[in-house]
């Protein structure tokens, strides 16, 4: 649709309906206008999967691998066909607008969001970010670029004040959005954080570099409850507050350009670029008629079991992996994760999967016939019990598995009443009269003994068991953080004696107060074993198998969003599972199933290492393609991985004063590790397959020409008895630059693959910019002539041959200004 139409629409509706429109009309959807044909568009969280307009377990999704998973496959086409993905799940679910991708930076290994961000590096960000974002958007439905900018962490997320310098920021954290404005997408959410000194919905960054230098024409979006005030938002250039109806905009806002406070053509802007994202989802203008998925069921199945195998990176292995099946004829797989993994991240981004394959699963299907199987869960991991579900919960009326949800009046009557599949219930269907939430189920307790129950919620709350009150209490809320109030709200444990395993009622109730929320969470677990006992049991297991895969991870209280980490252990008695299993059979693989880094102390006494993330719904298929042979790990490192975290070059995300300072600057990642000279455990790009190679030959320029990109063309042969897949990656430095520069910084990769014996030609191209720095002076971005040094590599550590590159600028003196 052409401009000069979108100007003609705009003159057929008056200020109070153009300023409605930059609302929005329920919690995830955009007010319509009949009168220009404008429709509702509507708005889902991502990125590990399209959840739809409503929080409710019965409604499912495709869950893909998590965002830190999909930065490991450095891989752009398999990142657009899972963009692709996601937008056939956008329109089966009705969605005009995915709420991906998340392009904020690892800058340090504590930030509880990290899986839901692809790595470390801005270059490696923006270039998976790009793939996904042409991916999603191939299919006519929109993607978003968020957190606009510098919300790397969560403690204080709402508030906090991020000091960095223009440099910092161009360089580093707004480099990634920059690609994604390359790659032509259509929204950027602003986050809630500020950034020096300003809150990002009124921060002058939205419309510099955004709007002007990157010439960004799409609509900027608020983070969800992130829109404060109603002038100075107005006055700045972000265009849609979300959610409606209710927000500082509306009345006031109509108030404030009659008063001649905020312009009437600054509105008017704002209006056009929404009626622009409309045109282009298909919301405006005559009926777009019914939209197909592009993925049937097989073809998503297939798709996320590749993409398993693809994400995950072999951190170690010492001749132990691929297992033979048929030299197998009992396997012990161990660790409470291996029959319950972590498959996405906690907080706003997830969504309800029809299915999940198990690690214990998957294995099991891909041995049977073939060995036995024997699994030992091991430890309890020590953290709070998970909610109700349909294993051993019934709903009490109807007597199917699950639970029943009841809404009560003030007068305890009841208004409403369904059975549901589980304990979270975010959003129950609460009325105007409606004035408690209840969840009852007829649990039948598999055990006895000392149970944890657990309470989610706000206000008045109580757990009964039979005749028993268990719990009672009042639990003012006292945060703003919607992460918290709707989706994760603190969990309350009791232990209680269950001395019964025939079924017995537990009910949980919630009190409805203003400002609080609805989110409602109720959870039990049995006893856990004796540590002790349950080590020696898995021991005994280990010792009497052919090989031992033992799953270890992290867990939804420790990598969530709203809350950073406050160390990198893997918790509960899993170093010490580890450890006593592989004393006693060398064939030891460890599956680590956490969505950032972690821990490992025991890395040198196993056989090997797996990383599988997150890796959503096809986590225990794919894991045993790998295991297995049946496909390549094919996974490379998106961040530095410590063997401990006091080594890491930021190991702090505690805002002091309400300010988080990023004093490492630049040096983010590798760049930081390479500065301090300390030895990680694994570097970035690292990453194993099942065969060997050989760089036979790398072509470099003999020069570079300011603003202009260069080739590297890298020659490498495969070595091993498999086929296999390499990334190449290049790097580059300027160790005589007369200003502050990375020790050497990543420049670009290129992935190739080849049968045994044979070679294959890696082309990298690396763009003009990649040699550029930002004066903060001149305001511009500068190109500095002089003799760089290019670098070959497997990871940012394993560099396999060094060059110079002298750089020739247009008079070959001085120092050159470049766009590029």
Request: negative net charge; hydrophobic residues 40%; proline residues 7%.
């Amino acid at each position: 649709m052409g401009e000069d139409m979108l100007d003609r629409l705009l003159e057929k509706i008056d200020l109070v309906r153009k300023v409605r429109l930059l609302s929005g009309a329920t919690t995830w959807r955009t007010a319509g206008e009949p009168a220009i044909g404008l429709g509702e568009m509507v708005t889902s969280d991502g990125p590990a999967g399209v959840r739809g307009e409503a929080w409710d377990e019965r409604h499912t999704s495709a869950l893909l691998p998590s965002a830190s998973a999909i930065g490991a496959l450095w891989d752009e086409d398999l990142t657009g066909e899972l963009g692709g993905l996601l937008a056939s799940e956008a329109v089966r679910k009705g969605v005009d607008v995915v709420l991906a991708p998340t392009l904020n930076l690892h800058r340090t290994p504590l930030g509880g969001r990290h899986f839901e961000c692809f790595s470390e590096d801005p270059v490696l960000t923006g270039r998976t970010g790009a793939a996904l974002i042409r991916g999603i958007q191939a299919a006519g439905v929109a993607a978003t670029a968020k957190h606009y900018v510098a919300n790397d962490s969560e403690t204080g997320r709402m508030h906090v004040d991020v000091r960095a310098s223009e440099r910092v920021l161009r360089e580093v954290y707004l480099a990634p959005f920059e690609a994604a404005v390359e790659a032509g997408v259509w929204l950027v959410m602003a986050g809630y954080n500020g950034v020096n000194g300003t809150t990002m919905t009124a921060s002058p960054l939205l419309a510099e570099p955004l709007k002007g230098d990157w010439g960004f024409d799409g609509v900027v979006v608020s983070d969800w409850g992130a829109l404060r005030s109603t002038r100075e938002p107005a006055l700045a250039a972000i265009d849609l507050g979300m959610p409606g109806p209710q927000g500082p905009w509306g009345e006031s806002l109509v108030r404030a350009v009659k008063d001649g406070h905020v312009p009437e053509s600054g509105i008017d802007e704002k209006v056009r670029r929404l009626l622009r994202l409309a045109g282009r989802v298909g919301a405006l203008g005559s009926d777009r008629g019914p939209r197909i998925p592009a993925f049937r069921p097989e073809e998503t199945r297939t798709l996320l079991r590749r993409t398993v195998a693809a994400g995950s990176v072999l951190l170690s292995n010492h001749e132990v992996l691929p297992l033979a099946p048929s030299s197998l004829s009992k396997v012990a797989v161990i660790g409470v994760h291996a029959d319950s993994p972590r498959v996405q991240g906690g907080g706003s981004a997830g969504v309800f999967p029809s299915y999940v394959v198990t690690p214990l699963e998957g294995i099991r299907a891909r041995l049977d016939g073939l060995a036995q199987v024997v699994h030992v869960p091991g430890p309890g991991l020590g953290v709070p019990p998970a909610p109700l579900g349909t294993g051993w919960c019934r709903d009490p009326r109807s007597g199917q598995p699950g639970v029943l949800l009841r809404l009560l009046d003030e007068a305890g009557r009841e208004l409403h009443a369904e059975h549901r599949l589980s304990g979270t219930q975010l959003e129950p269907p609460v009325g105007p009269s409606a004035r408690t939430v209840e969840i009852s189920a007829l649990m039948r307790p598999p055990t006895t003994g000392e149970w944890t129950f657990a309470i989610a919620g706000f206000g008045r709350m109580s757990l009964t068991l039979g005749d028993r009150t268990v719990w009672d209490g009042e639990f003012p809320c006292t945060t703003d953080d919607p992460a918290i109030v709707h989706v994760n709200p603190p969990r309350h444990t009791v232990r209680a004696t269950v001395d019964t395993t025939e079924p017995v009622l537990l009910t949980a109730r919630r009190e409805l107060v203003p400002g609080a929320g609805r989110a409602t969470i109720v959870a039990a677990a049995p006893p856990e074993p004796e540590a002790g006992a349950a080590l020696a049991e898995a021991v005994r297991a280990a010792r009497d198998a052919d090989a031992v895969i033992v799953v270890v991870g992290t867990t939804e209280h420790t990598e969530t969003e709203g809350h950073d980490r406050s160390d990198l252990s893997l918790g509960g008695h899993q170093d010490a599972l580890v450890r006593a299993v592989a004393a006693v059979n060398r064939r030891t693989i460890a599956v680590v199933n956490s969505g950032g880094p972690v821990e490992l102390p025991w890395r040198e006494e196993v056989g090997a290492v797996l990383l599988t993330w997150f890796p959503g719904q096809e986590a225990g298929s794919g894991l045993a393609d790998v295991l297995f042979g049946d496909a390549e790990p094919g996974g490379r490192l998106p961040t530095t991985w410590a063997a401990a975290l006091t080594d890491a070059p930021v190991t702090h995300a505690q805002p002091v004063g309400g300010r988080l300072t990023y004093d490492d600057g630049i040096h983010i990642g590798h760049r930081g590790w390479l500065l301090t000279g300390k030895e990680p455990a694994y570097w970035f790009g690292h990453g194993l397959g099942y065969t060997s190679w050989e760089y036979e030959t790398v072509q470099a320029p003999d020069e570079a020409v300011e603003g202009s990109p260069f080739t590297v063309r890298v020659q490498v042969r495969n070595t091993g008895s498999r086929p296999g897949r390499e990334v190449v990656q290049v790097y580059l430095a300027r160790p005589e630059s007369t200003i502050e520069r990375p020790v050497r910084w990543f420049a670009g990769y290129a992935a190739v693959h080849a049968e045994p014996g044979a070679s294959v030609t890696a082309v990298v191209e690396v763009p003009a910019h990649a040699l550029r720095y930002w004066s903060e002076a001149e305001k511009a971005w500068i190109t500095e002539p002089g003799t760089y040094q290019i670098m070959v590599g497997r990871s940012a550590d394993d560099l396999v041959w060094r060059g110079v590159l002298p750089l020739r600028g247009p008079s070959d003196t001085g120092v050159g200004r470049t766009g590029g």
